[in-house]
């Protein structure tokens, strides 16, 4: 049974830093890519950055390149995003996505709030 589990959510304030992770379980994790995505309310869920199986390439969004950083220990089955320089405008829930070809998996979810 495939599952993806995030945590480290919570209330920042801005400029604040937070570091998210996802422990992932129920197939080979260093065979997929895997992303962090974000969902403000009221807007469509967005890529926030990716990382090969391999750890050795990542690609951010725009408007999160210079703040996140994504990556991986494949020895623990778990991907991280730790989050600096905070903005009200990041806040949203954050997803953990993995996938291989047309395979693809999602975790439930963890809520980013950034607010003073």
């Known amino acids: 049974q495939v599952q993806l589990v995030e945590s480290g959510g919570g209330l920042v304030q801005p400029g604040g830093s937070l570091r998210l992770s996802c422990a992932a379980s129920?197939?080979?994790?260093?065979?997929?890519?895997m992303s962090w995505y974000r969902q403000a309310p009221g807007k469509e869920r967005e890529l926030v950055a990716t990382i090969t199986g391999a750890g050795d390439s990542t690609n951010y969004a725009d408007a999160v390149k210079g703040r996140f950083t994504i990556s991986r220990d494949n020895a623990k089955n778990t991907v991280y995003l730790q989050m600096n320089s905070l903005k009200p405008e990041d806040t949203a829930v954050h997803y953990c996505?993995?996938?291989?070809?047309?395979?693809?998996?999602w975790g439930q979810g963890t809520q980013v709030t950034v607010s003073s």
């Open positions: 129920g197939f080979t994790f260093s065979s997929y890519a």
């Open positions: 996505n993995a996938q291989r070809g047309w395979r693809m998996y």
